[in-house]
């Protein structure tokens, strides 16, 4: 199936949906079960199709909306993760090559407590401007 024709079976979905609900509101109408006025059963035509756009992109919305946050969240745990492990293990030379993994190196003097705070600094960072 080519591309085009996915789009095509989209918006054919979509034109038969807003008829439907505007035949089922002209019924509805004939039926005398609406008590709305037959000019807004007229205007359906306009309003049906655009409150289903409006409800499809809402939905989307929310759906972008709720991945980009699940994303953070999962970022974050990892961040904290390595933060926690990072402490337990990194340790001496296992740091240093830590810390050249990340293009960092220790500076004269640096404690391992000051060389690992500077590497987790360096990962937040990193994980921050990917996020952007």
């Known amino acids: 199936m080519s591309g085009g024709n996915k789009y095509k079976s989209a918006g054919g979905a979509f034109i038969l949906a807003a008829t439907a609900a505007w035949l089922t509101l ?8 609406l008590p709305i006025s037959w000019l807004a059963v007229a205007l359906g035509v306009l309003w049906i199709p655009a409150a289903v756009v409006a409800v499809a992109f ?17 970022a974050r745990r990892v961040v904290k993760r390595i933060a926690r492990d990072f402490n337990l293990l990194a340790h001496g030379e296992i740091l240093d090559k830590a810390a050249k993994r990340y293009g960092l190196h220790r500076a004269p003097g640096e404690t391992d407590k000051e ?5 987790l600094k360096f990962i937040k960072e990193v994980g ?4 952007i």
Do not use: S
């Open 26 to 33: 002209l019924l509805l109408k004939m039926a005398g079960v």
């Open 58 to 74: 809402l939905l989307a919305l929310t759906v972008i909306m709720a991945r980009d946050l699940h994303q953070r969240i999962r």
């Open 115 to 119: 060389l690992r705070e500077r590497i």
């Open 128 to 131: 921050a401007r990917e996020r």
